[in-house]
């Protein structure tokens, strides 16, 4: 009995293990094996990611995720993706992670393995100066634009459905450009907006006449991965500590930003 008890033991361990190493995640291996990690991004979205006088796809986020691909040993591809299908994109394995100003909210720690917050941020209204917008209730029949796909759009779907209910329209752009530039012509009344994103935009464009009038929520950037890719998402943490911690992290944030504004832990 003892003998068939061992043996039938022995199986179930052996049986156990098997199905451990089917289910193990290969998602770093995967990348170190193809030599490339791709992350997907919208490359209009200064200072984060964005196409400089040369075509070239540029920005904070893009010197933090070549720093990581070195550390990786592997080549770095910036992909731009349509931002409103940014799920569906890293689902098909068209990219390795979403890694572009992208917010952190609850859902998409539901369907995606986020890391840590890297940047805090601020969800601000810009208005036109003079407008005598400054307070949420004086948008009431007015017009708020936002991007397609943004954390901006969701909280206008969500946390402040009941604000968009009192607006004339909510109307989307595919990108915060063309969205400023209406504000300026009179085709909307606000924009809601990334506070990083706008004030590069607007110190782009020369826009004097704009302004961020209303904060309406606070802000994190961190970066999406597929949900079953923990290693990867764990790696590229580990990473960013390192990075953090020998200064290249404050090097990077102070060429866009002026200072070292991240949040990665230093240990």
């Given at each position: 009995m003892k003998k068939i008890f061992a043996a039938v033991l022995a199986m179930m361990l052996l049986m156990t293990g098997m199905a451990m190493a089917e289910?193990?995640?290969?998602?770093?291996?995967?990348?170190?094996?193809?030599?490339?990690?791709?992350?997907?991004?919208?490359?209009?979205f200064p200072p984060m990611g964005f196409r400089d006088e040369n075509n070239d796809i540029v920005g904070f986020d893009i010197d933090i995720a070549t720093a990581v691909c070195e550390k990786l040993g592997v080549e770095f591809i910036a992909q731009p993706i349509a931002w409103d299908s940014k799920e569906l994109e890293l689902a098909s394995g068209n990219i390795d992670c979403i890694w572009n100003g992208m917010s952190i909210t609850p859902e998409r720690e539901e369907s995606m393995s986020m890391t840590f917050a890297y940047l805090n941020n601020a969800m601000v209204l810009y208005t036109k100066i003079g407008s005598g917008i400054t307070t949420t209730d004086?948008?009431?029949?007015?017009?708020?634009?936002?991007?397609?796909?943004?954390?901006a759009e969701d909280l206008m779907n969500g946390d402040y459905a009941e604000l968009a209910a009192t607006l004339k329209e909510v109307i989307g752009f595919d990108e915060y450009l063309?969205?400023?530039?209406?504000?300026?012509?009179?085709?909307?009344?606000?924009?809601?907006?990334?506070?990083?994103?706008?004030?590069?935009?607007?110190?782009g464009m020369g826009a004097t006449d704009l302004e961020p009038s209303i904060?309406?929520?606070?802000?994190?950037?961190?970066?999406?991965?597929?949900?079953?890719?923990?290693?990867?998402?764990?790696?590229?943490?580990?990473?960013?500590?390192?990075?953090?911690?020998?200064?290249?992290?404050?090097?990077?944030s102070t060429k866009w930003f002026g200072s070292d504004i991240t949040v990665v832990p230093a240990n």
């Amino acid at each position: 009995m003892k003998k068939i008890f061992a043996a039938v033991l022995a199986m179930m361990l052996l049986m156990t293990g098997m199905a451990m190493a089917e289910t193990t995640d290969a998602s770093v291996q995967n990348i170190l094996d193809k030599k490339t990690f791709i992350l997907g991004l919208d490359d209009s979205f200064p200072p984060m990611g964005f196409r400089d006088e040369n075509n070239d796809i540029v920005g904070f986020d893009i010197d933090i995720a070549t720093a990581v691909c070195e550390k990786l040993g592997v080549e770095f591809i910036a992909q731009p993706i349509a931002w409103d299908s940014k799920e569906l994109e890293l689902a098909s394995g068209n990219i390795d992670c979403i890694w572009n100003g992208m917010s952190i909210t609850p859902e998409r720690e539901e369907s995606m393995s986020m890391t840590f917050a890297y940047l805090n941020n601020a969800m601000v209204l810009y208005t036109k100066i003079g407008s005598g917008i400054t307070t949420t209730d004086e948008l009431a029949g007015k017009v708020v634009a936002v991007q397609n796909g943004s954390y901006a759009e969701d909280l206008m779907n969500g946390d402040y459905a009941e604000l968009a209910a009192t607006l004339k329209e909510v109307i989307g752009f595919d990108e915060y450009l063309t969205a400023l530039m209406d504000l300026q012509a009179g085709g909307c009344d606000a924009v809601l907006i990334d506070l990083v994103v706008g004030d590069y935009k607007v110190n782009g464009m020369g826009a004097t006449d704009l302004e961020p009038s209303i904060t309406l929520a606070d802000d994190n950037y961190g970066i999406g991965f597929r949900k079953e890719d923990v290693a990867l998402r764990d790696k590229v943490q580990e990473i960013l500590v390192d990075l953090k911690q020998d200064g290249t992290l404050g090097e990077i944030s102070t060429k866009w930003f002026g200072s070292d504004i991240t949040v990665v832990p230093a240990n």
